[in-house]
């Protein structure tokens, strides 16, 4: 190669490193730590991360039709625990607030179970599965957990609706399959059954 030639090539290759400094930095902001005071309210969308919005019934959207491979290697889908409450826990491994919140989560999941409760996990940005697999087992998590390494699931809540923008997220649906409660911070086992009991009780 001639010196002409590898001069012209840094550039590229300096680019890419910082595309790819751009892409962790992004990965890093989105898995979101905050955990400032919850609102709630009967709107559609919350002002910005850190807050738990409740939608009363009247105002509430449907869920998106989701399903694919789960963590476990099997395949599930939201349509097939029509009926329940169904709580959707958006994570991933390398999410430091997510391990946080994850013991909170396989507790009131095996609590509220006889309640007609379900939960479920969307699993994203792990590229090796068997990151997710060592989660799971590490926090006792036994609910199945949908493996969206690209995010494509998550893609399917529309703008302007309670999607999650954030990790970690989680959603309620209720019996209806609409979506009732969205909180975009890790949550503690207080705040989880504050979300989930009111919609588990609806008639």
């Known amino acids: 190669m ?16 910082l595309a790819g400094v751009v892409v962790l930095a992004l990965a890093a902001a989105a898995c ?3 955990s400032s005071g919850s609102s709630s309210g009967s709107s559609n969308f919350v002002g910005g991360s850190g807050q738990i919005t409740m939608v009363k019934p009247a105002d ?30 958006i994570w991933g491994s390398w999410c430091a607030p997510c391990r946080a919140e ?10 509220e179970a006889p309640k007609g409760v379900q939960f479920l996990g969307i699993n994203t940005r792990d590229l090796d599965v068997s990151n997710a697999q060592r989660f799971d087992k590490t926090f006792g998590v036994t609910y199945p957990s949908f493996y969206d390494p690209y995010g494509k699931l998550i893609l399917r809540f529309p703008k302007g609706s309670l ?3 954030s990790l970690p997220a989680t959603l309620v649906i209720d019996r209806q ?5 969205r ?3 890790a949550l503690s086992e207080d705040e989880l059954r ?9 008639k």
């Open 60 to 89: 509430r959207k449907p869920a998106p039709a989701i399903s694919g491979k789960t963590v476990a290697g099997g395949q599930d889908s939201l349509a097939a625990y029509k009926g329940k409450v169904v709580v959707v826990n």
């Open 2 to 17: 001639s010196p002409t030639r590898a001069l012209r090539r840094r550039p590229f290759r300096s680019a890419a490193a």
């Open 163 to 165: 999607n999650p923008q």
């Open 183 to 185: 909180a975009l911070k």
């Open 177 to 181: 399959g609409r979506v009732a409660v």
């Open 32 to 34: 979101s730590s905050s």
């Open 102 to 111: 994850a013991p909170n989560l396989a507790a009131v999941a095996a609590a």
């Open 194 to 202: 504050q979300m989930v009991d009111p919609i588990a009780a609806e």
